[in-house]
């Protein structure tokens, strides 16, 4: 009769289950964290951009400010367009970036459950 190792099963439980579960818990805060933070960010820029532009509608007092304002509204929506281009570019790279990772992650736990497996098989 074999003697159960409760330290051996703890190590592989371990090695196939919670380290591999551990990692990509924080893999996903971190992937989190950065997309919160570039919508905060984003959100500022817009409500920053937004504020600046009734700042100066309120300015207009006659027809050549109302003139000037609407002039200055086509290198605004040039702006927010070219924002808006860059702050969707930074999420896709945030989430291909994740999914590269993610990827890794995932098989590296397949080669340690394999390798665990291989070890409680001899």
């Known amino acids: 009769m074999q003697n159960f190792d409760t330290k051996q099963f703890t190590e592989q439980f371990e090695s196939m289950f919670f380290g591999p579960a551990r990692a990509y818990a924080s893999l996903s805060v971190d992937?989190?964290?950065k997309l919160v933070n570039a919508q905060?960010?984003?959100g500022k820029a817009?409500?920053?951009?937004?504020l600046a532009q009734l700042r100066s509608l309120m300015n207009v007092k006659d027809a050549e400010g109302l003139r000037t304002y609407m002039e200055g509204q086509q290198k605004v929506a040039k702006d927010l367009t070219e924002r808006l281009k860059g702050d969707a570019e930074k999420v896709a790279s945030l989430q291909q970036d994740f999914v590269q990772k993610s990827?890794?992650?995932t098989e590296e736990s397949v080669?340690?459950?394999?390798?665990?497996a291989t070890k409680v098989a001899k």
Do not use: F, R
Not at 46 to 50: A, E, K, L, M, Q
Not at 111 to 116: I, N, P, S, Y
């Open 31 to 33: 992937y989190t964290e």
């Open 46 to 50: 817009y409500t920053d951009t937004g």
């Open 103 to 105: 990827q890794k992650l």
């Open 111 to 116: 080669k340690q459950v394999q390798e665990t």
């Open 40 to 42: 905060l960010d984003a």
